[in-house]
Antibody, heavy 123, light 108 residues
């Protein structure tokens, strides 16, 4: 069965960096685009970034562009997001999610989600 | 950016009754619309994609309809496990996919 397990969350001071990981199993990781989606406490869902199945394309929400970098290691079945210059408004549960379309050249719906990892940006 | 607006913010319905949730897009998204269910402390779960196609394992009491800018999710005969928050998501204007703010479905 498809499993996505995020890790790397924690408490970090404003302006510092953090890297999140998402370990994938139960499917051929290298054939699916992957997303990061976040949810601030008590709020709705906000898309953060997507990376193509082969890493050839990466796209970001305006709110994180220039500060966050999404990447993947298909040999390790792992998705990452490097978060720099963190702000209080980045505080959220961060989910990794699989795009539903294998070998996709577009973004579609998200068919599997991890349980999330909490990032708290606070001094 | 396409703005997704869900209504109502909270819907109170009795078990066994029907619930209809609405989602409106600020511009046409064709049928590129998905619905998710989220329970407290859990990740979202895909219910519907392509505006009306149920995801794998989703019960037939969940149905989606609409196209363009107006969409709805209907849950017939509400079960106790259906009380949750529901989000719509457009993926027509990719890569910037956007979610609605959510509708909380609560027990009346």
């Amino acid at each position: 069965q498809v499993q996505l397990v995020e890790s790397g969350g924690g408490v970090v001071q404003p302006g510092r960096s953090l890297r999140l990981s998402c370990a994938a199993s139960g499917f051929t990781f290298s054939t699916y685009a992957m997303h990061w989606v976040r949810q601030a406490p008590g709020k709705g869902l906000e898309w953060v970034a997507v990376i193509w199945y082969d890493g050839s394309n990466k796209y970001y929400a305006d709110s994180v562009k220039g500060r966050f970098t999404i990447s993947r290691d298909n040999s390790k079945n792992t998705l990452y997001v490097q978060m720099n210059s963190l702000r209080a408004e980045d505080t959220a549960v961060y989910y990794c999610a699989r795009d539903a379309l294998p070998f996709g050249d577009m973004v579609t719906h998200l068919d599997y989600w991890g349980q999330g990892t909490l990032v708290t940006v606070s001094s | 950016e396409i703005v997704m607006t869900q209504s109502p913010a909270t819907l109170s319905v009795s078990p066994g009754k029907r619930a209809t949730l609405s989602c409106r897009a600020s511009q046409s998204v064709s049928s590129n619309l998905a619905w998710y269910q989220q329970k407290p402390g859990q990740a979202p779960r895909l219910l519907i994609y392509g505006a009306s196609t149920r995801a794998t394992g989703i019960p037939a009491r969940f149905s989606g309809s609409g196209s363009g800018t107006e969409f709805s999710l209907t849950i017939s005969s509400l079960q106790s496990e259906d009380f949750a928050v529901y989000y719509c998501q457009q993926y027509n204007n990719w890569p910037s996919i956007t979610f609605g703010q959510g509708t909380r479905l609560e027990i009346k």
